[in-house]
């Protein structure tokens, strides 16, 4: 057995109790493997192995990571981010960029190197945020997509960022050379993706083997691409995974393995990054490692503490509410992955000196664990701020894009405009029923405004948002919203009305009927019964499967002509 | 001192015209083996001499014969291959033991010593298991009666193989004595190494896993953990003997192959599957590739004609010996037909074991060589024989019937027909259960959560644990043979793969988000597509329109829904179930 093999071996030995660590408490993986390596880092010393050995290996961890991440971009969502008016993270980037450079240049980094701080400040993690976030960006909650877009653009940034270092020098000349040729990859990339791409499946058939193989063969073609051409080989594979693009469907067995793939040398990566730290105190002496750690601090104040207190007030500054923009904010408190890839390709070029990288490692490896917990938390912590009276301006936007009548009473307040909330709004018009809609998303605002009498643009979390829409004198309250934190708000805020909520699960939805809601509405429950009925049907014999088909197919048409413009409530968040 | 790692342009080289071969395989009908050991040919010493093995080409075949032994560990359920286990057990051993008298035979005749030929017959007993089952799985034959014997018989060679390894790599013995104490100390060794995957797999593993199974990514690390764990131990197995003062060696093929059998016991094992292969193949693929890269031309050809020759007459012969064998335990002349020509090739084991013996120093290159040609040329043809064995029955059967017996086995095997398949259980697909339990005989609920799989178990369903993402998966539910299918997942890429899989006579219930979701299901062949949001924003309307227009109205209309929550049963929270666990 090869040495090499000896070290994998003990990569991944050393990673599964991290792992399970990890998972019995629900923390981001991440963050372990990186705790993982630098115990793996001692176990290969034991058996007289080079880290670097791996380091190859860790490459290919990169590329896929940077082309799965190039498989997952849909170029739709990019233009809808930019519409979005999210760009303006883009300054939070410069910001804390800066100050990261400073930081380090007064801490005694030299200016080149300092960059790479400022780098990894700058940045947030995509994997560890968006784990962090899973729930709320699958009900596509305000702060879930806010944070989900901001990552994605910062994460687009890494990209030029490493396609501009590969120039190695801050010249115009050299770098407009790389872009010209990174350019040049990506319209590769697009040609491979509309031409050849379908061609491979169509030869392939249905062996999933060949079509995996064919892939990891693009991938490679890029990479040899970009290193000739002298560019990043990030580049190169994310350029390749943008010619691999596709929707799944068609490929579900190429894009599963993929996955496996890519989480096996990712994996090796993470730790590979933990193993190459020289711990400090242990291996080397107390004035390089007051240093180190000196450097690590300073990185995680600016990541954990000033970056999330920025990225907030810009969202503030944007016309977020303040909990959104607050739980957003919180979830970009640490550094990104993309930002270890950066640090690992400087120190590979040369470029970074071992102290100012180890320092990038360790905090992110804090960081990212720290993050898991501050977002663990950021209810309570949205609760201590407000309390202390930091968003004080708040009502101000909610009087201003609010529109509400001076007196109401007796009407319907309906809780989110999706789908649920349209069809009730339809309702109410119906009746010549007096409703206020309640709605946080600004995405929506123009809609809302445009479509409903009456509109708060507000949070529901917040008392003030109740106020406006009069909640006081209502008849009902209808909350189409599935978070069970916002439920427990309305039915706390104690109001007259009668109180409809709508939950998740049926056991979420008995304890919200016996804490005094009148109806809760369960979907899954209600198409569950529906479909019961049809099957009935079926099993009785009292029609066929062909019928029922055509049935069904004549109803969806009628259906279509009167709702199709109407988004359902768990619109695609922003990748696919 | 790191350098800028650019990485290696043997493997660029390698996965390319490994890719281009595999293409040209595919559109001619050969097996992707032969063109992955046909491009070693090529790009290697033998031929262009583009490639050479390096360190990282040496890893990544390693690692992909141990993934090779771990992903067949993890197929190994004892409870799914019990019925034929004892017909499989008669079928094999004296297969084995036949056709390496066989082998040795042919090989002495053929001029070669006496330790080769020896070698030889050892290493051409085994069936390859790439061919036969990659067969197997295209054809959709897997599951049936003359799959299932096929695929433990392979088994039972794999373990044999693994143990023949095992000795091999212990080097050239000085004695017979030397040979025996080997054999003893390695069966000793595979013995512990057995007690300890079987044991870890009733208590640790479990508990384990059924806390980590939700979680793919680390469900997939922490298995692979596992099998690094066994493969670690063995090759270092002399670390942990040395205080001991004994000395031994265990293949890392047989730690990989435990540490997937320990898996295998566990519910979750058919999703593992899914997971490794991907992998596997990726790194089989430079095994085969590298398995030619040692070989100068003169060694591969050395013994050409040899090698024809012993093909020519190996052929028949495995045939049958699996003919009379399977005939013996009474299986009826299509099984016995059918079971024996999936088996007739030199599988890719036979090379393994002769470059183990190479790499050792019981034969010369030229061996190798030989059985590698060997082991190309009976696969190739085998494949074709596969390929038209239905024809060949039907042309043979007349003839076969007359020397075989009337088949006297009986399946108590289940096989599922007309069934119902459920994916994913949920609020949405719960209450329609009990309804298809009571119309069908056979109900499968495919669902990837643990909690989920344990009150399904508990009611008496039958479950596959996976995601029906999973080719695997939603081959083991039979879809195709299904009467109903209904699915609660709403993405479109998994219920147009179950369009796809279901046969003409399936009636499909699906689910769906968006309306064009469903109209593209129903244009793909859904029966009936459930739309949760419209369903549901539709009621909500109509309550609110109760409300409004009469109070008591509405409270009527509730109340139904009301007691359905309160009468239904609860789906066990996963974060509760976890909770029980720990104290």
Known sequence: ?576 | MVTEAALTVDLAIILLSATLAGFVAKQTGQPTIIAYILVGIVIGPAALGFVEVGELTELLSELGLAFLLFLLGIKMRIDEIQHVLSPIVKISIPQMIAVFLAGTGIAFALGFGPVESFLIGLAVIYSSTAVAIKMLNDNDEATSLHGKIDVGVLLIQDIVVVIILAVLAAGQPDDLAEVATTLAVVLGLVVLVTIAALAASKTVLPRIFRRIADNKEVFFLVALSWAFLFVFVSDNINLFLAPLGIEAYLSIEMGAFMAGVAIAQLPYSKELQDRVNPLTDLFVMVFFVSVALDLETAQLLAYWQEAIVAALVLIPIKFLVFVYLLDWQGFDTETTFLGSIHMIQVSEFGIIVIAVAYTAGFVEAEVLGFITLLAIFTMAVSVYFIEFRHRLFDRFEPTLSRVTSEGTFETTGREYRDHAVVVGYDDVTRNALPILADRYDDLVVIDRRVDHIDTLEADGYDVIYGDARKGTIRKDAALKKADFVLSSSAELAVNKALLRDVGDGTAVFLEADQLQDARDLYDSGAHYVIMTQYLSSDKLAGYLRAYLDEETAFEAAIDDDVELLQTGKPIPDINRLGGELDE
């Not at chain 1, 056991?507 to 509405?521: F, M």
């Open chain 1, 1 to 576: 057995m090869s040495e090499l093999l000896t070290a994998i071996s003990i990569i991944f030995i050393v990673m599964g109790p991290f792992l399970l660590v990890a998972n019995r408490f629900d923390l981001p993986t991440v963050p372990f493997f990186i705790l993982a390596g630098i115990v793996a880092g001692i176990g290969m010393d034991w058996f007289g192995i080079d880290e670097a050995l791996t380091l190859e290996l860790a490459q290919y961890g990169i590329a896929l990571l940077v082309f799965s991440f190039g498989v997952g971009i849909d170029l739709s969502s990019i233009r809808s981010v930019l519409i979005d008016s999210e760009t303006a993270a883009l300054g939070q980037v410069l910001l804390i960029g800066s100050l990261g450079v400073g930081a380090g240049v007064a801490l005694g980094v030299p200016l080149s190197e300092a960059l790479y701080l400022g780098i990894a400040a700058a940045l947030s993690s995509t994997i560890v945020g968006t784990a962090l976030l899973q729930v709320e960006i699958r009900m596509n909650l305000v702060h879930g997509r806010v944070a989900e877009s901001i990552q994605f653009l910062q994460d687009l940034l890494a990209i030029l960022f490493l396609l501009v270092l590969s120039a190695g020098v801050l010249a115009a000349d050299p770098i407009a050379e790389m872009l010209g040729y990174g350019l040049s990859l990506l319209v590769a990339a697009v040609l491979v993706n509309r031409f050849l791409f379908d061609a491979i499946g169509r030869l392939a058939g249905d062996s999933s083997e060949l079509m995996i193989l064919a892939t990891v063969s693009l991938l490679a073609l890029f990479i040899g691409a970009a290193e000739v051409a002298g560019v990043s080989i990030v580049v190169g594979a994310f350029a390749a995974g943008l010619a691999v693009r596709h929707d799944p469907t068609e490929y579900l067995g190429l894009f599963n393995g993929l996955q496996s793939i890519k989480d096996f040398f990712v994996a090796i990566f993470f730790v590979t990054v933990g193993a190459l730290v020289v711990w400090p105190f242990v291996e080397i002496g107390w004035a390089a490692s007051v240093d180190k750690i000196l450097i690590a601090g300073a990185l995680v104040f600016l990541t954990a503490v000033v970056k999330p207190a920025v990225t907030t007030a810009i969202l503030l500054y944007r016309g977020y509410e303040s909990r959104s923009a607050t739980l957003a904010g919180l979830n970009t408190d640490q550094v990104s992955e993309f930002a270890l890839i950066i640090a690992i390709e400087a120190l590979l070029l040369g470029v970074l000196t071992e102290s100012v990288f180890d320092a990038i490692i360790l905090a992110a490896a804090v960081t990212m664990i720290s993050s898991s917990i501050t977002n663990y938390y950021s209810e309570e912590i949205y609760r201590a701020l407000s309390d202390r009276g930091i968003f004080t301006s708040g009502h101000g936007k909610i009087d201003a894009w609010s529109d509400v009548p001076d007196r109401m009473f007796d009407h319907v307040v309906i809780v989110g405009y999706g789908r649920h909330g349209q069809k009730l709004v339809e309702t109410c018009e119906e009746h010549d029923r007096p409703y206020v809609v309640i709605e946080n998303d600004p995405a929506r605002r123009n809609e809302v405004r445009a479509e409903c009498d009456a509109v708060v643009i507000g949070d529901a979390m917040e008392r003030y948002t109740w106020e406006k829409a009069a909640a006081e004198d209502a008849r009902v309250i209808v909350s189409t919203v599935e978070s069970e934190t916002v439920s427990r708000r309305i039915l706390s805020l104690d109001f007259r009305a009668d109180i409809v909520l709508r939950a998740r699960d049926q056991e979420t939805a008995l304890s919200l009927l016996e804490a005094g809601a009148l109806y809760v509405n369960v979907p899954a429950l209600l198409a569950g019964r529906q479909l019961v009925d049809q099957i009935q049907a079926l099993l009785d014999g009292d029609l066929t499967a062909a019928e029922l088909r055509e049935q069904q197919l004549t109803e969806l048409e009628s259906n279509t002509h009167t709702s199709l413009n109407g988004s359902a409530d768990d619109t695609p968040s922003v990748r696919s």
